[in-house]
T-cell receptor
Framework: GQSLEQPSEVTAVEGAIVQINCTYQTSGFYGLSWYQQHDGGAPTFLSYNGLDGLEETGRFSSFLSRSDSYGYLLLQELQMKDSASYFCAVRGSYQLTFGKGTKLSVIP | EAGVVQSPRYKIIEKKQPVAFWCNPISGHNTLYWYRQNLGQGPELLIRYENEEAVDDSQLPKDRFSAERLKGVDSTLKIQPAELGDSAVYLC????????????FGPGTRLLVL
């Protein structure tokens, strides 16, 4: 089976930096994805790490360490619109297995 | 480019009633997924289609759930009869191919069973 652990809630101040961690136990690991979901909205793809290291996309960065079964999503220059749930998801050969999500609240 | 379209957006039914959800994936996407998302949880895969073939339905409760993807485009997910525990958001997603890194999700159908 597969299991993922991520914090349930995180609060951060507008303009600050926040890191959301994700640890996983899985077989058939191909990579780690991150999705954002606003309340009532569709999950939207943010980032993917197939190899160890850091991937940067604008204000968002994602990191993976396969040896530690660990990854994180880094959000910089937080904006109020970043308030949402963030899911890490393990990519197997043909499917995604999602964590329970981290609810990020950005406060002024 | 239009995204994944789902309807209805909301549905309220009484237990034991049937219900159906419809999904139109992004044009050209061969792989279609149905997920269920319970409150405070991540999406959980119910079934995956490659064109019109259901290639992974191991998580679909087959006693009451059924799905079809005629002609390999639109798909319908049905529950009959619905139970209280089926209250959730049902998400449809698509990708060009099965092992693509990105899945594109629709807005979901929020089901409430009373």
């Amino acid at each position: 089976g597969q299991s993922l652990e991520q914090p349930s809630e995180v609060t951060a101040v507008e303009g600050a930096i926040v890191q959301i961690n994700c640890t996983y136990q899985t077989s058939g690991f191909y990579g780690l994805s991150w999705y954002q979901q606003h309340d009532g909205g569709a999950p939207t793809f943010l980032s993917y790490n197939g190899l160890d290291g850091l991937e940067e996309t604008g204000r968002f960065s994602s990191f993976l360490s396969r040896s530690d079964s660990y990854g994180y999503l880094l959000l910089q220059e937080l904006q109020m619109k970043d308030s949402a749930s963030y899911f890490c998801a393990v990519r197997g050969s043909y499917q995604l297995t999602f964590g329970k999500g981290t609810k990020l609240s950005v406060i002024p | 480019e239009a995204g994944v379209v789902q309807s209805p957006r909301y549905k309220i039914i009484e237990k034991k009633q049937p219900v159906a959800f419809w999904c139109n994936p992004i044009s050209g996407h061969n792989t279609l997924y149905w997920y269920r998302q319970n409150l405070g949880q991540g999406p959980e895969l119910l079934i995956r289609y490659e064109n019109e073939e259901a290639v992974d339905d191991s998580q679909l409760p087959k006693d009451r759930f059924s799905a079809e993807r005629l002609k390999g485009v639109d798909s319908t997910l049905k529950i009959q009869p619905a139970e209280l525990g089926d209250s959730a958001v049902y998400l449809c997603a698509s990708s060009f191919r099965a092992n693509q890194e990105t899945q594109y999700f629709g807005p979901g159908t929020r089901l409430l069973v009373l």
